[in-house]
């Protein structure tokens, strides 16, 4: 039978938060992959943000299996994504979303357009953890859902640094 991610508990929810970034660091790497295959300079950067994003993901899994180490130990915990009735945080490429040309009404460069894929993920994750923080009890749970809002917190923050325009020379010419 499958369960919402809010009737889980503190152990089940901290092992369904490792598997959901280690998925998304695979997805990213996918991706990334994917890019390098067309070999232009344009495609080559955008492999390299979702590289750096499979990177950031992977970093966050460490993070959450060192706490579960510590909170667990090697206590097995075998709920899976699919015994969940939410999906949480699946990054997705859509033709649209970074293959479409930059032309007429389109002025978002392709990488940005990559980094936006990434950022609408981490934006709905951020959004859930954040609902589920209002909606626990305060207690052990609570402080979980807290800490991972607060990663995809940082996530969303890593993206938006990359968003934003990089200096140009006119400055310089003032």
């Known amino acids: 039978m499958k369960r919402s991610f809010s009737s889980l508990d503190s152990q089940e929810a901290l092992h369904v938060a490792i598997f959901i970034e280690e998925r998304n660091a695979e997805l990213y790497h996918r ?10 300079a344009e495609s080559l950067e955008i492999a390299s943000v979702f590289w750096e994003m499979a990177v950031e993901e992977k970093n966050h899994s460490s993070i959450l299996q060192g ?4 909170e667990y130990g090697g206590s097995r915990c075998v709920l899976t994504e699919e015994d969940l009735v939410e999906w949480i ?5 859509d033709d ?7 032309g007429e009404g389109r002025t978002t460069n392709v990488r940005d357009r990559a ?5 609408k993920a981490e934006l709905s994750a951020q959004h859930y953890y954040s609902g589920l923080v209002e909606n626990t009890e305060e207690g052990p749970l609570r402080r979980l859902y807290r800490e991972l809002a607060e990663m995809e917190d940082g996530h ?8 934003v325009p990089h200096p140009t020379n006119d400055k310089k010419a003032n």
Do not use: S, W
Request: avoid cysteine.
């Open 31 to 40: 991706f990334a992959e994917l890019f390098v295959e067309f070999r232009d």
């Open 67 to 70: 706490k579960y180490m510590e």
């Open 89 to 93: 945080e699946v990054p997705k490429l």
């Open 96 to 102: 649209g979303d970074v293959f479409a040309a930059t």
């Open 115 to 119: 980094l936006q894929v990434a950022l």
């Open 156 to 163: 969303v923050a890593y993206i938006q640094r990359k968003l």
